[in-house]
């Protein structure tokens, strides 16, 4: 019988829904991927140890448990092999809706366990999970976007939290996403990138919306990230991302 929450990887059992687990399960081979992104062969061939299936015919919540714990145990080792240098940007804007897109600014964003507290996800099948409470985007990228003539504003496509500074090419999962703001410091890791989809279509160009998709072109994708540590964020706010 597993914990109902564990202090090593976060997972609290209690804020999973069936569709939750049931989704996570079917992306568990993508979630570890993207931890993996960009390693090397050596590291690769360490990590296939202790990357092995779960057992979904299992108790579903220690299932959930299993791939979070795997995904914790994988940063872990990539944390301890390679070299990261970290990155330091700030928090532009901040974005909340009642559901669905866009999302407009607010002046300042409570973050809770499941994300900005007042915030909707309008579609509760793709989005959501425990692992995508926040949407990361840069603002960087979407100035470049807009010059290439793509009619895209920050919550355009969905993000929470728009920061500048960063070089989005280096994201991967697992990555510590620490906010220092005037209340204390708010703890965000990255999970894996938002696929985009039709309902974002306005944002671009001939309603090109996979202009930003990871696989298509990688360095370009908003990215999900869970939530460690809560708290109240603004824009200014000094943005560091570790391994």
């Known amino acids: 019988m597993t914990p109902l929450t564990c202090t090593d990887c976060g997972f609290d059992g209690a804020r999973w829904s069936d569709d939750d687990i049931e989704r996570t399960l079917a992306h568990t081979d ?15 061939a360490a990590a296939a140890a202790v990357v092995q299936p779960v057992d979904v015919d299992v108790d579903p919540v220690a299932s959930a448990h299993a791939v979070m714990h795997r995904l914790h145990d994988v940063t872990a080792m990539r944390r301890e092999a390679e070299a990261f240098v970290p990155m330091v940007g700030r928090v532009e804007s901040l974005q909340a809706s009642g559901g669905g897109v866009p999302k407009v600014s607010i ?5 809770g366990p499941s994300g900005v507290i007042g915030d909707v996800q309008g579609n509760r099948k793709n989005h959501g999970r425990p692992w995508q409470a926040i949407c990361l985007y840069s603002s960087d990228l979407i100035a470049d976007l807009r010059r290439e003539g793509h009619p895209v504003e920050a919550g355009g496509t969905g993000e929470n939290l728009t920061m500048s500074g960063i070089d989005w090419s280096r994201l991967r999962g697992g990555l510590m996403v620490t906010i220092a703001s005037a209340s204390g410091e708010v703890v965000l890791r990255t999970s894996g990138p938002a696929a985009p989809c039709h309902k974002i279509g306005d944002c671009f160009s001939e309603r090109h919306w996979n202009r930003i998709d990871h696989t298509e072109r990688p360095g370009w994708a908003r990215w999900y990230a869970s939530v460690l540590t809560g708290g109240t964020i603004a824009p200014g706010d000094t943005v560091t991302i570790t391994a």
């Open 30 to 44: 993508d979630l570890i991927g993207f931890v993996l992104e960009g390693a090397d062969d050596t590291f690769m």
């Open 107 to 111: 002046p300042v964003a409570d973050i």
